[in-house]
């Protein structure tokens, strides 16, 4: 929420600077996120007198004016305005300036010919209006030579963040109040508006909808004139975020933003019959505002009269009832919503606003009258007309929360010791009534005070959350016991391994555009109804398609070489549709592994080796019995079926899936491949007996030096390699320790159908050194095993 200091000052009276109301501000709760200074954009922009004006020697519609800025020194200055004239005061930009429009910095230039230092600026030029017909003329009393955003009086502006709790400072009399509870000055009182009431209100108000829109105010003003509201308003609704429309529309907007009290403005000619609270009907459907037609439902409260609907109630108008330039009888309506009604309401048509926000926090119920006197004081003061009578349906909430309250709670429950005098100050500043004792009764506004603690909340706050004394928990003697679960250890040790191998990590949504996550879908969806962008509606079945997109974005600006992965979930439908997540890790690498260069040549990309390699050292890392792994196919469509696999543990417990992505997955992604993947499940890990995980225990080297055999097998061509390894260490697990394949071969000297692979051996002994019988015995149960299971033999 964004207003100018200024407006602020209008009902706050301080001396306070700037810094120090930005100060409090955060003090008390309510987060200053930004200050803009418009004089900023001014600086090198001065008040200044047209001396002179003739014509351009060689350009029919540009001036030659010299000016007087103040210093002593006359300018010239070359201008096409048609209003530059000898005797206009302006605003003079002199060389180094910036134009705030267009970012242009003012400098001396020959323009046909003739030497120009500076510009005569117009209100556009300089972002304050739009008007561009001509050059800013000033009164002719203006101060020649004052700074002109001292003389124009821009005034810095503060960009609050208020949370959802606090609907009461969702306008700017609200958050005066809170710095004039906090010491920062003195609340001014708001003045009380007698409107003369000329004739009965000729249009019936009713509400039918008593749930939706317990009550509706509304009151007839006739013979209005609609043009632009007076530059003040207009000031203070630009400082705030807000285009200004007409004096009408700019009205209700003030009363918005100043009081956090929406309302809304009809035409009166574009009534029909009574105008009534209802409930929409199914199918039926209003042009809002925005341009836009939605179609509305049973649960939905309109604002409609004979015609039709007019009006979302508490979010947006409609288009068919708002008021033009040609308007001159107005329906002013003030109503409180129900803020359920409104935030159901508002999710189902996707449909933001400023009164959706403030009325689904929670509006002023009992601000109605005082709402609908000023919205009819400022419309008679700025457009003129006549008003009607008030006509009232409904009664909104009146009865107030009474706690019971303790000031000695303040001490137990905040910390901090303040006089019972100055709580009930504080109390009173903020419109809680307290009695003598101490029931405080809470103002309808403050919806978020349901206790005695949050009057505890409400004094330290305004007392001064810096004065709770910083207090240590108590601690426990002894070593602390870890925190981490075993889930969270496994997550801090993988993440901590891939960052080592060179893998940089990536955080992802964990929602997807639905065509990208059908792609990786193992079953039905997760698809929001309410999603944060139309883009982002599938919950993620797997890591892998937002790494894919994360790995286009980079290579599209010029990446070379991209090594990505995520630690997170995927989200999958359990059983009796709840959801299930899984804790995952996804690796992508894409481009160049290698640059080329004189000894490689060319480039040389990842392939599925590559990604192979990082399961199997991110899974021995996880505490994966990776020497039991076996290697099969099936890695799933999205793979390529020659170039891919899974890692598994036995034939259904599937640890990784890893391989080349398949061209029509890169395709679907818009990605130049060939891109590798991996993802691993490490939910599926299992734990290992009598412990927590498969974590390494620590490592204590043997008293006795390894022993190296090599071996040869002949074995089928199509073995896997990984096969032939666990044959020979599951031959004898007591000795062998390590079986490394070192070379594979098939040509001259091979039986066709078959291949030599080598096999190196570690072996370890444990209490004392092998015999020659021992080694003898291990080779024999090495060879026999291997002959089981695969149909090798050793090669002579």
């Given at each position: 929420?964004?207003?100018?200091?200024?407006?602020?000052?209008?009902?706050l009276?301080?001396?306070?600077?700037l810094a120090d109301i930005a100060?409090?501000?955060?003090e008390?709760g309510i987060?200053?996120?930004?200050?803009?200074d418009p004089?900023?954009?001014l600086a090198?922009?001065?008040v200044?007198?047209v001396?002179?004006?003739?014509p351009?020697?060689d350009?029919?519609?540009l001036?030659?004016?010299t000016?007087?800025?103040?210093?002593?020194?006359?300018?010239?200055?070359?201008?096409?305005a048609?209003?530059?004239?000898a005797?206009?005061?302006?605003?003079?930009?002199?060389?180094?300036?910036t134009?705030?429009?267009n970012g242009m910095v003012?400098r001396?230039?020959a323009?046909?010919g003739?030497?120009?230092?500076g510009?005569?600026?117009s209100?556009r030029?300089l972002e304050l209006g739009?008007?561009h017909?001509g050059?800013?003329?000033?009164p002719e009393d203006?101060?020649?030579?004052?700074?002109f955003?001292?003389?124009?009086?821009a005034?810095?502006?503060l960009?609050?963040?208020?949370?959802p709790n606090?609907?009461?400072?969702?306008?700017?009399?609200?958050i005066?109040?809170?710095?004039?509870a906090a010491g920062?000055?003195?609340l001014k009182?708001l003045k009380?508006f007698?409107?003369e009431e000329?004739?009965?209100?000729p249009?019936e108000?009713?509400t039918d909808?008593p749930?939706?829109?317990?009550a509706?105010y509304?009151r007839?003003v006739?013979g209005?004139?609609?043009?632009a509201s007076p530059?003040w308003?207009q000031?203070?609704l630009?400082?705030?975020?807000?285009?200004p429309?007409?004096a009408l529309?700019?009205?209700t907007?003030?009363?918005s933003l100043a009081?956090?009290r929406p309302?809304h403005?009809y035409d009166?000619a574009k009534?029909?019959?009574p105008?009534?609270?209802?409930r929409?009907k199914d199918?039926e459907q209003v042009?809002?505002?925005n341009?836009?037609?939605y179609?509305?439902?049973?649960t939905?409260?309109?604002i409609?009269?004979d015609n039709?609907?007019?009006?979302i109630a508490?979010i947006?108008?409609?288009?068919d009832?708002?008021?033009?330039?040609?308007?001159?009888?107005v329906?002013?309506?003030?109503a409180?919503?129900?803020?359920?009604?409104?935030?159901?309401?508002?999710?189902?048509?996707?449909?933001a606003?400023?009164a959706?926000?403030?009325f689904?926090?929670g509006?002023d119920p009992?601000?109605?009258d005082?709402?609908l006197q000023?919205?009819?004081?400022?419309?008679q003061r700025?457009?003129g007309g006549?008003a009607?009578?008030?006509a009232?349906?409904g009664?909104?909430?009146s009865e107030?929360k009474v706690?019971?309250f303790?000031p000695?709670?303040t001490?137990?429950?905040?910390g901090v010791?303040?006089?019972?005098a100055?709580?009930?100050?504080?109390?009173e500043?903020?419109?809680?009534?307290?009695d003598?004792?101490?029931n405080v009764t809470?103002?309808?506004?403050?919806?978020d005070?349901?206790?005695?603690a949050?009057?505890?909340?409400?004094?330290?706050?305004?007392?001064g959350l810096?004065?709770?004394a910083?207090?240590?928990?108590p601690?426990?003697?002894g070593v602390?016991?870890?925190t981490?679960t075993?889930a969270?250890?496994?997550?801090?040790r993988v993440?901590?391994?891939?960052?080592?191998?060179g893998?940089?990590e990536?955080?992802?949504?964990s929602?997807l555009?639905?065509?990208?996550?059908e792609?990786?879908?193992?079953?039905?969806?997760?698809?929001?109804?309410n999603?944060?962008s139309?883009?982002?509606k599938?919950m993620?079945?797997?890591l892998l398609?937002?790494?894919?997109?994360?790995?286009k974005?980079?290579?599209?600006r010029?990446?070379?070489?991209l090594?990505?992965f995520e630690i997170g979930?995927r989200?999958l439908?359990?059983k009796?549709?709840?959801?299930?997540?899984?804790?995952t890790?996804?690796v992508?690498?894409?481009g160049?592994k290698?640059p080329r260069?004189?000894?490689?040549g060319?480039?040389?990309g990842f392939?599925?080796?590559?990604?192979?390699a990082e399961?199997?050292?991110l899974l021995?890392?996880?505490g994966?019995?990776v020497?039991?792994?076996q290697v099969?196919?099936?890695a799933?469509e999205q793979f390529h079926?020659g170039?891919?696999?899974?890692l598994?543990?036995?034939p259904?417990?599937?640890l990784?899936?890893?391989?080349?992505l398949?061209p029509?997955t890169?395709?679907?992604f818009?990605?130049d491949?060939?891109?590798?993947?991996?993802?691993?499940?490490l939910?599926?890990?299992?734990?290992?007996k009598g412990?927590?995980?498969?974590?390494?225990p620590?490592f204590a080297?043997?008293?006795?030096?390894?022993?190296l055999?090599?071996?040869?097998?002949l074995?089928p061509r199509?073995?896997?390699?990984g096969d032939l390894?666990r044959?020979v260490?599951?031959a004898d697990?007591a000795n062998?320790?390590?079986?490394?394949v070192?070379?594979v071969?098939?040509g001259?000297?091979?039986?066709e159908?078959?291949?030599?692979?080598a096999?190196?051996?570690t072996?370890?002994?444990?209490?004392k050194?092998?015999v020659?019988q021992?080694?003898k015995?291990?080779i024999d149960?090495?060879?026999?095993?291997?002959?089981k299971?695969?149909?090798g033999l050793?090669?002579?």
């Amino acid at each position: 929420m964004k207003f100018s200091l200024e407006w602020l000052k209008y009902f706050l009276d301080t001396e306070a600077s700037l810094a120090d109301i930005a100060a409090r501000l955060n003090e008390i709760g309510i987060e200053v996120e930004g200050i803009e200074d418009p004089s900023e954009a001014l600086a090198g922009f001065r008040v200044a007198k047209v001396l002179t004006a003739k014509p351009h020697p060689d350009a029919d519609k540009l001036q030659v004016l010299t000016v007087d800025n103040g210093s002593g020194e006359i300018q010239q200055v070359v201008c096409g305005a048609p209003n530059a004239r000898a005797g206009l005061v302006g605003v003079l930009g002199s060389p180094g300036a910036t134009v705030p429009a267009n970012g242009m910095v003012l400098r001396k230039a020959a323009i046909r010919g003739v030497e120009s230092s500076g510009m005569m600026c117009s209100t556009r030029e300089l972002e304050l209006g739009e008007d561009h017909d001509g050059i800013i003329e000033l009164p002719e009393d203006a101060p020649i030579g004052t700074d002109f955003a001292e003389y124009h009086g821009a005034s810095p502006v503060l960009d609050v963040a208020i949370t959802p709790n606090r609907p009461d400072c969702m306008g700017v009399y609200g958050i005066a109040r809170d710095l004039a509870a906090a010491g920062l000055g003195a609340l001014k009182p708001l003045k009380s508006f007698e409107i003369e009431e000329a004739f009965d209100c000729p249009v019936e108000i009713r509400t039918d909808d008593p749930e939706g829109c317990p009550a509706f105010y509304a009151r007839v003003v006739r013979g209005v004139t609609n043009g632009a509201s007076p530059d003040w308003m207009q000031a203070r609704l630009k400082a705030a975020g807000q285009r200004p429309i007409s004096a009408l529309v700019d009205i209700t907007n003030y009363m918005s933003l100043a009081f956090g009290r929406p309302a809304h403005v009809y035409d009166l000619a574009k009534l029909t019959g009574p105008v009534v609270a209802r409930r929409a009907k199914d199918g039926e459907q209003v042009v809002a505002l925005n341009d836009k037609t939605y179609t509305l439902d049973s649960t939905m409260t309109v604002i409609a009269d004979d015609n039709g609907v007019h009006d979302i109630a508490g979010i947006m108008g409609g288009l068919d009832s708002s008021v033009s330039e040609s308007t001159t009888d107005v329906l002013l309506e003030i109503a409180y919503f129900n803020p359920e009604t409104i935030g159901v309401t508002g999710r189902k048509l996707g449909l933001a606003s400023d009164a959706r926000t403030r009325f689904e926090r929670g509006v002023d119920p009992a601000w109605l009258d005082e709402g609908l006197q000023g919205l009819t004081s400022l419309v008679q003061r700025l457009c003129g007309g006549e008003a009607s009578t008030a006509a009232r349906a409904g009664s909104s909430p009146s009865e107030p929360k009474v706690i019971a309250f303790d000031p000695g709670l303040t001490a137990r429950l905040g910390g901090v010791s303040v006089d019972e005098a100055e709580q009930k100050r504080i109390l009173e500043a903020l419109d809680f009534a307290v009695d003598g004792s101490w029931n405080v009764t809470v103002p309808l506004r403050r919806h978020d005070v349901e206790g005695a603690a949050d009057l505890v909340e409400e004094v330290v706050r305004i007392h001064g959350l810096d004065k709770v004394a910083s207090v240590a928990l108590p601690r426990a003697d002894g070593v602390a016991r870890p925190t981490a679960t075993p889930a969270q250890a496994l997550e801090r040790r993988v993440r901590r391994a891939a960052a080592a191998r060179g893998l940089n990590e990536a955080v992802t949504w964990s929602f997807l555009p639905e065509a990208e996550a059908e792609l990786f879908a193992e079953g039905p969806l997760w698809v929001l109804d309410n999603p944060i962008s139309e883009d982002l509606k599938g919950m993620r079945p797997s890591l892998l398609p937002g790494l894919i997109s994360a790995a286009k974005r980079n290579l599209d600006r010029g990446a070379s070489s991209l090594r990505l992965f995520e630690i997170g979930r995927r989200y999958l439908r359990g059983k009796g549709g709840v959801s299930d997540e899984r804790l995952t890790l996804g690796v992508v690498l894409a481009g160049d592994k290698a640059p080329r260069g004189w000894a490689s040549g060319k480039a040389q990309g990842f392939d599925a080796f590559d990604a192979k390699a990082e399961a199997m050292a991110l899974l021995a890392e996880a505490g994966a019995p990776v020497d039991k792994l076996q290697v099969m196919g099936e890695a799933g469509e999205q793979f390529h079926p020659g170039q891919s696999a899974t890692l598994r543990l036995g034939p259904k417990n599937v640890l990784a899936r890893f391989g080349t992505l398949h061209p029509r997955t890169l395709a679907e992604f818009d990605v130049d491949g060939p891109v590798v993947a991996v993802e691993l499940f490490l939910d599926a890990i299992p734990a290992k007996k009598g412990a927590a995980s498969f974590a390494k225990p620590h490592f204590a080297p043997p008293a006795l030096q390894p022993v190296l055999r090599d071996f040869a097998f002949l074995v089928p061509r199509d073995l896997p390699a990984g096969d032939l390894q666990r044959a020979v260490k599951g031959a004898d697990k007591a000795n062998i320790v390590d079986a490394r394949v070192f070379d594979v071969f098939a040509g001259q000297g091979v039986p066709e159908g078959k291949k030599s692979v080598a096999v190196e051996v570690t072996l370890q002994p444990g209490e004392k050194s092998y015999v020659e019988q021992d080694l003898k015995d291990i080779i024999d149960r090495i060879v026999t095993a291997v002959s089981k299971q695969t149909g090798g033999l050793i090669r002579g």
